[in-house]
């Protein structure tokens, strides 16, 4: 099985930048696509960003066209999402994921078989 360990959160005025990343546990990651989904306080688990094994395809919510970039880095096993020009509305735990191959329903969590345990983003007006 793949192990996501996410890190990278914090706490971050309106207009900053963050970097998440999603390290694997070892190789199993290799040939995995990831996806990064946010859950704020009371709502349901949404879709961020999806990134294939190559990084030739590339899926964005539309609340974060734009402003985040998803990227790999397939020899390290590692993924980011980068962040920037950071809103309160993207206040939530942000959350790592990975499936076999990109999934035609890449926004829907039951796609992904693997998951990390989250990392808390709190942007301040």
């Known amino acids: 099985q793949v192990q996501l360990v996410e890190s990278g959160g914090g706490l971050v005025q309106a207009g900053g930048s963050l970097r998440l990343s999603c390290a694997a546990s070892g190789p199993a990651f290799s040939g995995h696509a990831v996806a990064w989904f946010r859950q704020a306080a009371g709502n349901e688990r949404e879709f961020v960003a999806a990134i294939s094994w190559s990084g030739g395809t590339t899926y964005y919510a539309d609340s974060v066209k734009g402003r985040d970039i998803i990227s790999r880095d397939n020899s390290k096993n590692v993924a980011y999402l980068q962040m920037n020009n950071l809103e309160p509305e993207d206040t939530a735990v942000y959350y790592c994921?990975?499936?076999?191959?990109?999934?035609?329903?890449?926004?829907?969590?039951?796609?992904?078989?693997?998951w990390g345990q989250g990392t808390q983003v709190t942007v301040s007006s």
């Open positions: 994921a990975a499936a076999r191959v990109l999934p035609s329903f890449y926004y829907m969590t039951r796609s992904y078989d693997y």
